[in-house]
Structures are given as structure tokens and as C-alpha cells.
């Protein structure tokens, strides 16, 4: 049996695309995408889980209380028995009930080097508008886990990106996302293994799940690396 597993979205949903896509490229994983949830009826990456063939749920946040929500969101993961969440592109704080049952269970991506440019209103542009403002010479995505507050769980893996001269937040935000793809899928993955056997899941190691060896590693990653960007 695989281990169900439900990504958040409340946009675009390319980095569920991402997970989906890179789920399709192994050989027999030992998880699944299950559901899709998402507080925007009309998010595009409802539409996304639909044509890949995945359940896809709308769970309506605006003007409820936590406790309501909260309520709502356990019925749905523990009515598809989902062991893993990924928050992807999820703008909405996660109910303190929801957290504590899903403790080192959920993950999110976020689009900078966290702790700095994260917490409450920190999300898509704004993100890169900030850290364009800050005069920051490197950025990139954080993954870390979900606990009570925006963008503050511990840090499981990040990615420096450089920030190029004539950048625009859009620009910007391009670079990053190329390489939240290559990285969040494979975060999902070494996590969701772990946790398919029971285990709790080694430190992430970009190495040692030859991401670098496997990924379709995009020119900006490859000049990162050069100019000594590296995880360690
Ligand atoms: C991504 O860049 C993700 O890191 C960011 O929203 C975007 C969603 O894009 N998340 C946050 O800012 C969370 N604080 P997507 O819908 O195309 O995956």
C-alpha cells in the first residue's frame, strides 16, 4: 500500500504539477498524490489534479473560525486516510488542531532563504519584491515543516538562487521557481518514503538522493553551483 499523500494549493499549482510529474518518473513510489485541496474554488491547481486524474476538493476558509476549518480539514485527510500533506503555493495558516495531528507530516515550500523575507503576508511577488528591495545578493526556496506560524517550521532543505543585476520581481521569481520544481518534488519523496516505512525521515541531502546527478538541473542551478553556491 502506498502512502496517501494530499498537496494544498491555493494558485497555480506548478509545484503540484512538479510533485506530480516527478512521481510519474519513478518506478514504483512508495506514495501517491491522493487529493488535492484548495480554499480557491477556481484555483488553477484544482483543474491540474483533476486532468491527472486526483481527487480534488475545495475547502472554503474565508469568514470561518480556525476551529471550523480546522473540524473540515481533519473529516477530508482522514476520510482519504492521508499520511503526508504538502502545502504548495497554500497562502492560508494552518489550523493549530490540523498541525498537531499532521506534526512532522506536513511540509511547505516557500519561495526564500527562510527565516529571512518569510511570515504573515510574506507570499508569491511580495516575497521577491522584498528581498529586490533589501538588496540581497542570493535567494532561493526553503522547505521546512508546518507548525503554528507562517513560514517558521524547522528547515528541511533550501536552494540558493542568485539574484541578478536588472532583476525584476518577476524575473526573479521565475529563477526560484524553476528551482523549487527540482527541489520540492524530491523533499516530498525522501519524506514520504521515510514515513511510508514507518521511519522518521534521515536529514535531506540534495547528494544523497542524486538530485544533482538526476535533475534536469536548469542553467541557473549549474551557475550557482559555480560560483560556490553550494549546500554545504
Ligand atoms: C511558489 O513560489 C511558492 O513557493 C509560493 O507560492 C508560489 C506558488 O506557485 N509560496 C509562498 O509564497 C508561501 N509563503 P505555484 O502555485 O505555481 O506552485
Known amino acids: 500500500m502506498s502512502l496517501p499523500v494530499a498537496v494544498f494549493a491555493s494558485g497555480s499549482g506548478s509545484n503540484l504539477q512538479a510533485i506530480l510529474d516527478y512521481h510519474a518518473s519513478l518506478d514504483a513510489p512508495p506514495w501517491r498524490v491522493e487529493l488535492a485541496v484548495s480554499d480557491q474554488e477556481e484555483a488553477k491547481a484544482l483543474?491540474?489534479?483533476?486532468?491527472?486524474?486526483?481527487?480534488?476538493?475545495?475547502?472554503?476558509?474565508?469568514?470561518?473560525?480556525?476551529?471550523?476549518?480546522?473540524?473540515?480539514?481533519?473529516?477530508?485527510?482522514?476520510?482519504?486516510?492521508?499520511?503526508?500533506?504538502?502545502?504548495?503555493?497554500?497562502?492560508?495558516?494552518?489550523?493549530?488542531?490540523?498541525?498537531?495531528?499532521?506534526?512532522?507530516?506536513?511540509?511547505?515550500?516557500?519561495?526564500?532563504?527562510?527565516?529571512?523575507?518569510?511570515?504573515?503576508?510574506?507570499?508569491?511577488?511580495?516575497?521577491?519584491?522584498?528581498?529586490?528591495?533589501?538588496?540581497?545578493?542570493?535567494?532561493?526556496?526553503?522547505?521546512?515543516?508546518?507548525d503554528e506560524e507562517y513560514d517558521r517550521g524547522p528547515i528541511i532543505a533550501q536552494w540558493p538562487v542568485p539574484v541578478r543585476a536588472g532583476d525584476d520581481p518577476h524575473t526573479l521569481a521565475a529563477r526560484v521557481l524553476r528551482v523549487e520544481h527540482l527541489l520540492y518534488p524530491r523533499v516530498v519523496d525522501h519524506l514520504a518514503r521515510a514515513l511510508s516505512r514507518g521511519c522518521r525521515p534521515a536529514p535531506f541531502s540534495p547528494r544523497g538522493t542524486a538530485f544533482l546527478a538526476n535533475a534536469r538541473a536548469t542553467a541557473d542551478v549549474e551557475r550557482a553551483i559555480s560560483a560556490g553556491f553550494t549546500e554545504d
Open 47 to 146: 483543474e491540474r489534479a483533476r486532468r491527472a486524474g486526483i481527487r480534488s476538493r475545495s475547502l472554503p476558509v474565508a469568514g470561518r473560525s480556525s476551529g471550523d476549518v480546522a473540524g473540515e480539514t481533519l473529516d477530508i485527510l482522514r476520510f482519504s486516510g492521508i499520511g503526508f500533506i504538502a502545502l504548495a503555493g497554500y497562502l492560508r495558516l494552518i489550523p493549530a488542531d490540523v498541525v498537531g495531528a499532521f506534526r512532522e507530516r506536513m511540509v511547505n515550500i516557500h519561495p526564500a532563504l527562510l527565516p529571512a523575507f518569510g511570515g504573515k503576508g510574506m507570499y508569491g511577488m511580495r516575497v521577491h519584491e522584498a528581498v529586490l528591495a533589501a538588496g540581497a545578493r542570493v535567494t532561493g526556496p526553503t522547505a521546512h515543516f508546518v
